[in-house]
Nanobody, 118 residues
């Protein structure tokens, strides 16, 4: 089992910054990829950023150049640094992990809310 707990969400003004954290516990050695998803009301879930075991990263076009995904292996923590935030970035952000031989993310956190005021 893998447990993921997100934190760092909140209210921020447009143009501001926020850093989300995702603490992983349990069978963390089986994790081979982690990522951040977001979902706003009435919209589809969107993969924002992802990082593989080898360090390869992916960013959605909408956040490229503004968001940075990183990890601290010593702390078993994933981060999403969000800069130059826009109102359209407002959503519930979820941390996901891919474990074992799974081809899709099979563990999820509870989510953390990000609200951007204009």
């Amino acid at each position: 089992q893998v447990q993921l707990v997100e934190s760092g969400g909140g209210l921020v003004q447009a143009g501001g910054s926020l850093r989300l954290s995702c603490a992983a516990s349990g069978s963390i050695f089986s994790i081979n990829a982690m990522g951040w998803y977001r979902q706003a009301p009435g919209k589809e879930r969107e993969l924002v950023a992802a990082i593989s075991l080898g360090g390869s990263t992916y960013y959605a076009d909408s956040v490229k150049g503004r968001f940075t995904i990183s990890r601290d292996n010593a702390k078993n923590t994933l981060y999403l640094q969000m800069n130059s935030l826009k109102p359209e970035d407002a959503a519930m952000y979820y941390c996901g992990a891919r474990s074992g031989s799974a081809r899709e993310y099979n563990y999820w956190g509870q989510g953390t809310q990000v609200t951007v005021s204009s």
